[in-house]
């Protein structure tokens, strides 16, 4: 099954939760994979640890001055990786001719250009980054179709659309859909009380039921902005109206989403809250190769159980909904000034429900433009942004 040339793979994020999850799979067949390009932010002791380990072409540090401590330590191991920094040297591991295979996990706006140089220079791009498609999703959509880039993701839920869909689908009408049911567990907050909501500290809301993720995706799920984003990402990925698309509250995370045929037929894809899962999907599709995840035990789990979302304790799924239906740069705005808001949280700067009350006040103050290309969505971004700190400061 293994072909005698290992792919290249640049892993953008390498450190964050995807990161490591996505380098957890690829140990496993050191025979077809081998790692190009590593990637991270800060915690560059972490990184180096990666380089040691899988002794990467380039490693990315943002800024220089911890990319030089990056190359002091791994000169005095003796290591060759080459070091790079800035956004610069992100894109240019994305889309350096050598590689083949780009995990695109950095999280927030920061994924959008080197996820973007990836898919320009053809690459089979794997996509955990969703804020970058829900902010540009037509130039991505643009971009994909003119270089003829393979982009497969990795979000558990799209991943599991994608995997209830026939392949190729260029049309959801065509393929007998009746609509997508976007599955979410409701977070850790599905029944508190709402007056209590008021109170939850950063802690409580990165403290998720089923998955262990990144701070600003567990906040992300606390709200069910989450769900709102991958609203908006499964409209742009499988070219669906806001209306074909239902969301699923479905505490116990087992059925990542489904997908209902004309027919009657409702498939779903299942398996263990692991995201080693919807990698190694992405990773070897079409063929199938061990994740490290453990087999679904149904008998074990029991139960499953679905329910309708509360939108008046969870205004985001709201919020995200008419976004998406407004179009343009509306999603854009939504993205810019949730990264904004749930930073101020995380900072302890603003209360739980401050982050739609946020949002909704910027989202009405702001226009919707069309975005013709990455300078409009750039502009869109940081008009959001610069309101969602005013918006901040007179909360
Ligand atoms: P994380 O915070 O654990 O990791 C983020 C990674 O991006 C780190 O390597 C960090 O160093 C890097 N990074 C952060 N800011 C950066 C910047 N400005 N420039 C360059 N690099 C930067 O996040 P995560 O949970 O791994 O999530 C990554 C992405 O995947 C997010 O978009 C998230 O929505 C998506 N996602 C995550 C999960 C999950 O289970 N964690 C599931 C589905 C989708
Ligand atoms: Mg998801």
Known sequence: MYSSHPQSVCVLGSTGSIGVSTLDVLSRHPQQY???????????????????????????????????????????????????????????????????????????????????????????????????????GPLFMDALARSGAQMLPIDSEHNAIFQCLPYPCDSLDEAGVERILLTGSGGPFRTTDPAALE???????????NWSMGRKISVDSATMMNKGLEFIEACYLFRAAPADIQVVVHPQSIVHSMVQYRDGSLLAQMGNPDMRTPIAHALAFPQRIDSGVAALDLIAQGRLDFEAPDEVRFPCLRLAREAMEAGGSAPTTLNAANEVAVQAFLDGALPFTGIARVIEKVMKSTAVVELTDLDAVEKADQKARELAVEMLAAL
């Open 199 to 209: 109170r939850v500290t950063p802690e409580e809301a990165c403290n998720h039921p």
């Open 34 to 136: 081998r790692v190009f390009a590593l990637t991270a932010r800060e915690r560059v002791e972490a990184l180096a640890q990666q380089c040691r380990e899988f002794r990467p072409h380039y490693a990315v540090v943002l800024d220089e001055t911890r990319a030089q401590s990056l190359r002091q330590s791994l000169r005095t191991d003796g290591i060759e990786t080459e070091v790079l920094s800035g956004i610069e040297g992100l894109c240019q591991v994305a889309s350096d001719e050598r590689v083949s295979v780009v995990m695109a996990a950095i999280v927030g706006a920061a994924g959008l250009k080197p996820t973007l140089a990836a898919v320009k220079a053809g690459k089979k791009v794997l996509l955990a980054n969703k804020e970058s498609l829900v902010m540009a």
